[in-house]
């Protein structure tokens, strides 16, 4: 499994990062989205993440 932020797309809302911080973490420099644990995370969340994200920019690998 792999998580990963489209950053071109990301428009740095911050709502991945509320929902799974454990996963997401928003660089507030760059208003950008990053993966801090790409290899893993709580599942329902990685998808709650993915459904919330307005611009549909998180992906997952399975
Ligand atoms: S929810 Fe999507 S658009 Fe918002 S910060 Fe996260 S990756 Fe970027």
Same mark, same amino acid.
């Given at each position: 499994?792999?998580?990963?932020?489209?950053?071109?797309?990301?428009?740095?809302?911050?709502?991945? =990062?509320? /929902?799974? $911080?454990?996963?997401?973490?928003? *660089?507030?420099?760059? @208003?950008?989205? =990053?993966? /801090?644990? $790409?290899?893993?995370?709580?599942? *329902?969340?990685?998808? @709650?993440?993915? =459904?919330?994200?307005?611009?549909?920019?998180?992906?997952?690998?399975?």
């Amino acid at each position: 499994m792999a998580v990963y932020i489209d950053e071109d797309e990301c428009i740095g809302c911050g709502t991945c =990062e509320e /929902i799974c $911080p454990q996963v997401f973490r928003l *660089d507030t420099e760059k @208003e950008k989205a =990053e993966v /801090i644990m $790409p290899k893993g995370g709580p599942e *329902d969340l990685i998808e @709650e993440a993915i =459904e919330s994200c307005p611009a549909s920019c998180i992906y997952e690998e399975k």
